[in-house]
């Protein structure tokens, strides 16, 4: 097998296992940082190190641990650089956060995202619009308003209450399921 095979086969091999685990490394990051978008960004600083440390990770063994430990430590350095931020956790609470996230079964945090998906679904289409502006990448309020023609004030009131009844319809669907 020649280098760029087995360099392809490494890449798949990680493409693989990052999809695999996405969801539950997402939500892991996502407890720790508690902003969709810092988490996005978390999410793909990890992965680039990951990326970078894959050589280091050996086939066969728990990825889903080992990525974890990468996205604890992004995330933790992550929170240090933002202390300009009211709200930071200690290294401690941080794995704290890891053990419990660890100690869940491997499908906690997929049956969530999953209640979340058939939650999303059942929102207005107006809703789902106001959503997929506010968390866009490239987001801008005072476009955001333009477009929906409401006040900055109203819009995040609305994020508020659609994000309060999508709580409280995935609580719904975890009781029902569990």
Known sequence: MGLSEHSTERMQAFAELLHENHRGLFSFIYSLVHNYADAEDVYQQAALIMWRKFDDFELGTNFS???AQVARNTARDFLKSKRRQALCFSDDFIESIQAAYQS??????????????????????????LLKMFYSPDRDMSRI????????????QAISR????????????LATEG
Do not use: G, M
Request: charged fraction near 30%; include cysteine.
């Open 104 to 129: 869940r079964h491997p499908d906690f945090f997929a049956v969530r995202a999953d209640a979340l998906e058939q939650c999303l679904e059942k929102l207005s289409q107006r809703d789902r619009e």
């Open 162 to 173: 659609i994000r309060k009844n999508l709580s409280r319809c995935v609580q719904r669907s």
């Open 145 to 156: 308003s333009s477009v929906t023609r409401r006040s900055i004030a109203a819009l995040y």
């Open 65 to 67: 641990a080992w990525s």
